[in-house]
Nanobody, 121 residues
Framework: QVQLVESGGGLVQPGGSLRLSCAAS????????MGWYRQAPGKQRELVAA???????NYADSVKGRFTISRDNAKNTVYLQMNSLKSEDTAVYYC???????????????WGQGTQVTVSS
């Protein structure tokens, strides 16, 4: 079972930026799709952004143009750059490793512990 460790969350003012990181264990990181999900209080967990093993990305409509997902296979790490943050982006953010290389294989049962992002003035 892969181990996923998220970091980079925190408190930020509306309009600000944060970059989340998710480090994965194991030597096969590059062949799997990765995704970022979030869960706000009282809401279901939702997909925010995903990236395939080949670098193809897709985003939730609510974050298009503001968030960017990327991966560094040499570091076994996936990132989520979040710009122009809004109060509605407040949530716990989780990363997930897919069951294969395409984003259709997300989510799997491999979740990190999550990192809290709070957007507030």
């Amino acid at each position: 079972q892969v181990q996923l460790v998220e970091s980079g969350g925190g408190l930020v003012q509306p309009g600000g930026s944060l970059r989340l990181s998710c480090a994965a264990s194991g030597s096969l990181f590059s062949i799997y799709a990765m995704g970022w999900y979030r869960q706000a209080p009282g809401k279901q967990r939702e997909l925010v952004a995903a990236i395939s093993s080949g670098g193809i990305t897709n985003y939730a409509d609510s974050v298009k143009g503001r968030f960017t997902i990327s991966r560094d296979n040499a570091k076994n790490t996936v990132y989520l750059q979040m710009n122009s943050l809004k109060s509605e982006d407040t949530a716990v953010y989780y990363c997930n490793q897919g069951r294969g290389g395409t984003t259709r294989t997300l989510p799997s049962n491999s979740w990190g512990q999550g990192t809290q992002v709070t957007v507030s003035s």
